[in-house]
């Protein structure tokens, strides 16, 4: 059985890094959202699982080339070395439960980070992006 994660930031549609340029290409299962604390850390966010909070994303059945391109894209390493931890959650996605991997921001690069209230990376990049581009007066 290939396995799924659930992607949150630039690895969605339309995000930088979107999961889709990745070969053999992932599968596209549908949107959900799980709970935890989104933090912005420039060019790419982080979440810490949990909480009351819910946090927007993709689940993708990918295969397990893949598995181990997002973990050198995310810095998973076996000791606290790591940027992110690869996690597993259970995500719904239309009415259906998905055992995912998600890749979990290390505690130690959050402190002091502005919490993306929204929970969802691509709009909150967005108004970045267009406050970015307005004139200044």
């Keep these: ?14 995000g930088r890094n979107d999961i889709a340029r990745y070969r053999p290409e992932p599968r596209f299962i549908g949107e ?6 989104l933090f912005d850390l ?5 979440v810490v699982l949990g909480g009351a909070q819910r946090v927007k994303g993709e689940v993708y059945a990918i295969e397990p080339a893949v598995e181990t391109a997002l973990d ?6 076996d000791d606290d070395s790591g940027e992110y931890i690869k996690r597993q959650v259970r995500v719904e996605v ?8 998600v890749y979990e ?9 502005e919490v993306i209230e929204s929970g969802d990376w691509i709009a909150h990049a967005a108004r970045g992006a267009a406050s970015f581009s307005q004139p200044k007066d």
């Design 72 to 77: 050198m894209l995310e810095e998973v390493a």
């Design 94 to 101: 239309n009415g259906q439960w998905f055992e995912c991997l």
């Design 1 to 14: 059985m290939m396995p799924h994660v659930f992607v949150y930031g630039t690895l969605r549609r339309g």
């Design 105 to 113: 921001i290390h505690p130690t690069r959050i402190a002091g980070l």
């Design 42 to 46: 420039g060019a790419y966010p982080g």
């Design 32 to 37: 959900a959202s799980i709970a935890g604390t």
